[in-house]
């Protein structure tokens, strides 16, 4: 009997964690725009005013895009997309999509949060091939 409630129970978490996990999951999906965005490069950090651009990402059950438009001009348009992985708190995109080069395909891992209506976005994007090596604070809006 002992050892029946003990295999009941083993499911039943196992039940609530997958549950909690899609939750934790649902929660970053829909789309966002950004609204804040903060990068520390070679001990610098500026504060980018993202006051003259749209910038949204979209996420849905698999993948993610992010789409960047100047809103007074027509140069400066850019555009990824590829899939993620997240497991509540650990947010890995891999870059499938995207005009350069020495970025495609590489994974850029991130810490998510969310608070009502807002993600906050917090990692580092390193990429020696790109000459990139930053940390990125980034806050978006859930757009409704």
């Not at 039940?15 to 804040?36: M, P, R």
């Not at 001990?43 to 006051?51: C, E, L």
């Not at 960047?68 to 999509?97: C, I, M, R, S, W």
Request: aromatic share 14%; charged share 25%.
């Amino acid at each position: 009997m002992k050892k029946a409630a003990f295999f009941v129970s083993l499911i039943l978490i196992s039940i609530s964690a997958c549950q909690q996990k899609e939750t934790q999951k649902s929660s970053i999906i829909g789309s966002w725009k950004l609204f804040y965005n903060q990068i520390k490069e070679a001990g610098v950090v500026q504060i980018k005013d993202v006051s003259k651009n749209d910038f949204i990402k979209i996420i849905n059950e698999t993948h993610f895009s992010f789409i960047n438009q100047p809103k007074d001009t027509l140069g400066d348009f850019y555009a990824g997309a590829g899939t993620y992985t997240f497991d509540g708190e650990k947010y890995t995109e891999t870059l499938e999509f995207i005009a350069y080069k020495a970025i495609r395909n590489h994974q850029f891992h991130f810490r998510i949060e969310i608070k009502g209506d807002t993600l906050i976005q917090y990692g580092r994007e390193k990429v020696e091939a790109a000459n990139m090596d930053r940390e990125i604070i980034e806050k978006y809006l859930r757009i409704k």
